[in-house]
């Protein structure tokens, strides 16, 4: 091998690596870039107004004010990486504006619901607010069995087997 073609060798291996490493690089900046700040104004003016939100016990002393807790459950969002679709679909469901397209064209609307469910009790938590016994329905009594024999109110009286009169 003469002196030329180390020479070419050389410069070959050395833009191959110049190649490798500009691909490397190109393959990164998505995750070297900032991701996009959530606009959370909309979701924070509908979770303020909300009936269910306002309506929760322990702001009634002030210490808390429902736009605090508003604000610790749209900082959850950042966390955990929502879309801004997530915070837009959230804002209609304070706002009570999901519709069944919505429902439909979104799948993962139970999933999204379930997962702001724990962002809310966590900052309850943490604001120092009264966690949801997480039940919504009246409990029955385990003990308590329906009264079969009790007579239906609107039924007919039922045949004694005593004859006609």
């Known amino acids: 091998m003469n002196q030329s073609d180390v020479l070419r060798i050389a410069a070959l291996a050395a ?7 500009a691909a490397a690089v190109a393959a990164k900046p998505a995750a ?21 939100v306002t309506d929760e016990p322990g702001f009634a002393d002030g210490k808390v004010t429902p736009k605090t807790y508003c604000e610790c459950v749209a900082g959850k969002f950042e966390e955990n990486k929502l879309t801004q679709k997530d915070v837009d679909m959230l804002t209609k469901m304070h706002k009570d504006e999901i519709t069944d397209a919505d429902a439909q064209a979104y799948p993962t609307l139970e999933d999204l619901m379930t997962a702001n469910e724990g962002y809310e009790d966590a900052c309850k938590k943490s604001l120092g607010l009264p966690a949801d016994a997480g039940n919504d329905e009246v409990p029955m009594e385990e003990d308590t069995v329906p009264d079969e024999e009790a007579p239906d109110q609107g039924a007919p009286p039922s045949d004694d087997a005593s004859p006609p009169e």
């Open 15 to 21: 833009f191959a690596a110049l190649c490798f490493h």
């Open 32 to 52: 070297a870039a900032p991701a996009a700040k959530l606009n959370t104004a909309a979701f924070l003016d509908a979770c303020s107004a909300d009936q269910n």
